[in-house]
């Protein structure tokens, strides 16, 4: 088999295996202990998290605390139920569910626009009440990195926090500034199950999920010292070679651009984070295409919403059409990814696109 779904979850790095190993059990068997115990195991636990929330830390900003959580959804819940009530949230179209689902749930929601190329129109405003604005750093189905730095001003200029899904930019590119930013391990080579959300120095959230206090108050629940060695073990591994493995992609990317020269792109080529090529041929019926190519693992849109049915509101918000959405893959690589599984997959991927006269 081929893996090429970047973008849903990334192979498990050996570093951070290793380091969660310790954790489960450990070579002398008191490896498991709760880290929110006051004895030596759980001592010896609670520095295990305390070295992966630093090592995390090291690909955020400076000037803020990381809060450890299951994921990015829990993350995402946490910044936008926590930081009050009342007021417009304003979301960009593109945003993960995570993000468009919970506003809706919270009441008034505002939604920005995006431009053809897939980046959000920096030209609009915010309605006058907008408490909080959400606007992810690399979109997950098109790759397309935004202008949060632009976004971030708007917000301050409007009274208003800013929240960041970084969910796919973090550890490939540098994140930037925020007032809040969510993350997952999974999508840097390390364990499902954990994730994190970054909460700049100054800024105050209430507590969402109730118990035990845990995580400053803001996020009770015992914490699995194994999930968050191998995030830091990930994040560490992340940071020393985000210049190697960016340099691989490139690579990656390029001759993926020549494999599939007859494809349509989805949004922008340069704005982009070239680990994800979102492509498309009119009349493409995907699901044979899938059917036809089942040892290469690739997506029809977000993994979230496969087998939903539903067309992708991304590809939808740049100006396809329903016929055009449903006729996109999305091919994503990365760090373990080599040239010649481009290679192998293009082959299989264009010759099923050709047999049905496409």
């Not at 081929?2 to 050996?14: F, R, V």
């Not at 605390?65 to 304003?90: D, W």
């Not at 992609?249 to 080529?269: P, Y």
């Amino acid at each position: 088999m081929i893996y090429l779904d970047y973008q849903a979850t990334t192979p498990l790095a050996p570093e951070a295996r290793d380091a969660m190993l310790r954790w489960l059990d450990g070579p002398d068997g008191t490896g498991f202990g709760n880290p929110h115990s006051p004895h030596r195991m759980g001592r010896q636990a609670a520095a295990a998290v305390e070295l992966a929330r630093d090592q995390v830390a090291q690909l955020f900003p400076a000037g803020g605390r990381v809060i450890f959580t299951s994921g990015a959804t829990e993350a995402i819940n946490l910044a936008m139920r926590g930081s009050g009530s009342g007021g417009s949230v304003s979301v960009s179209a593109i945003e993960h569910a995570a993000v468009l689902d919970t506003a809706r749930a919270l009441g008034k929601t505002h939604v920005l626009n995006v431009a053809k190329d897939g980046q959000c129109n920096t030209k609009q405003d915010l309605p006058a009440d907008t408490r909080l604005v959400c606007l992810m750093q690399v979109n997950n189905e098109i790759g397309v990195i935004q202008p949060t730095v632009e976004w971030h001003r708007k917000a301050k200029e409007n009274n208003a926090l800013y929240l960041c899904d970084a969910v796919q930019a973090y550890g490939r590119i540098e994140v930037t500034g925020a007032d809040m930013i969510a993350v997952s391990a999974h999508k840097l080579h390390g364990p499902k199950g954990i994730g994190a959300l970054w909460i700049r120095q100054g800024v105050e959230l209430d507590e969402v999920q109730t118990g035990g206090g845990q995580e400053d108050g803001l996020r009770s629940g015992t914490l699995s010292p194994a999930l968050c060695a191998g995030f830091g073990a990930a994040a560490q591994e992340a940071r020393e070679r985000m210049a190697q493995d960016a340099d691989h992609i490139e690579e990656l990317w390029n001759r993926s651009r020549e494999l599939f020269a007859d494809w349509e792109l989805n949004g922008s080529a340069d704005a982009r984070w070239h680990g994800n090529l979102n492509i498309r041929r009119d009349g493409l019926d995907v699901n044979r295409l899938m059917s036809d190519c089942r040892d290469i693992m690739f997506s029809a849109g977000s993994a979230c919403a496969s087998g939903s049915g539903r067309t992708s509101h991304v590809l939808e918000a740049i100006g396809l059409s329903k016929k055009q959405a449903k006729s996109s893959i999305r091919l994503g690589f990365g760090r373990y990814t080599a040239v010649e599984d481009i290679e192998k997959a293009a082959g299989t991927i264009n010759a099923a696109a050709e047999a049905q006269g496409i």
